[in-house]
């Protein structure tokens, strides 16, 4: 693999890995806080999972870099800005009530399902292998929030009002979820991830039919939203500053 095919895979990378690391945070701020106890477990445990994924992605990260596992995975998590971080504007968005909190992860998780079965085929065998072990996951996650979408949307007034205006703030922040990294060409060519065009027209297939179902309307296109993993929004920086605060309080110390 030469430099240029290995610097765009990284990016690629650590955009998994950052997605799942900060939506998984994003989901533990609802420990405690969710309608129904049952709730409160599943959504706590389905946050470890994003985690525990994202911390699988790190691994492939720090093999390529050849850098020691814990040590560089702590370093990608802890001591990086935000301008170094390459996830998407839809996951560091605050919590908001649980219609918005949950119809996020089920847009997420519709994506990822896409995804991680096309990375299934990654001709880079560590990334297959990853993307396969995720996806058995993955596809408990999508179960369950799909069936909270059609709960909710087909709920009462209040609830399906809150799914509509949930869907009108989120929708613009999913294109970001399909905006290139640098040089991604020469990975589609070279088989290791699949190209993002088509992902997103499967994931189109996963969601729509739900949300016609639920008589909820995807938003038109006249709001701008951003094209580049290297945009964040202001929520992101305040999210690293309360994730990170006690590790680089001591940057010497062992966990």
């Not at 839809?90 to 997420?108: C, H, K, N, Y």
């Not at 009462?156 to 922040?173: F, G, I, K, N, V």
């Not at 580049?228 to 010497?252: F, K």
Request: glycine letters at 4%; aromatic letters at 10%; one cysteine or more.
């Amino acid at each position: 693999m030469n430099e240029q095919l290995r610097h765009a895979l990284i990016q690629h990378l650590l955009a998994y890995g950052d997605d799942e690391l900060i939506l998984g945070h994003r989901d533990s701020e609802w420990c405690g806080h969710a309608p129904i106890i049952e709730e409160d477990i599943a959504f706590a445990n389905l946050a470890l999972d994003e985690i525990g994924h994202a911390a699988q992605w790190y691994a492939i990260v720090s093999e390529l870099e050849g850098k020691d596992l814990i040590a560089y995975t702590e370093k990608l998590v802890f001591f990086r800005s935000k301008e170094e971080y390459r996830c998407a504007q839809i996951v560091e968005l605050p919590t908001g009530d649980w219609a918005f909190s949950m119809l996020r992860q089920f847009l997420f998780d519709a994506y990822e399902s896409v995804l991680l079965d096309a990375l299934s085929k990654s001709a880079l065998e560590p990334v297959a292998a990853t993307a396969e072990k995720i996806l058995k996951e993955e596809i408990y996650h999508l179960r369950h929030t799909d069936a909270w979408v059609r709960r909710l949307g087909l709920g009462t007034d209040e609830s399906h009002r809150r799914m509509q205006r949930a869907l009108e703030t989120l929708w613009p922040y999913t294109h970001q979820l399909f905006a290139p990294v640098p040089h991604e060409d020469l990975l589609v060519q070279a088989g290791y991830i699949p190209d993002l065009a088509s992902i997103r027209s499967k994931w189109e297939e996963k969601v729509l039919p739900i949300f016609e179902k639920c008589e909820l309307r995807v938003p038109d296109e006249a709001k701008s939203y951003p094209v580049s993993r290297r945009e964040h929004t202001p929520h992101l920086e305040v999210l690293l500053s309360e994730m990170q605060v006690l590790t680089r309080m001591d940057p010497d110390a062992e966990w």
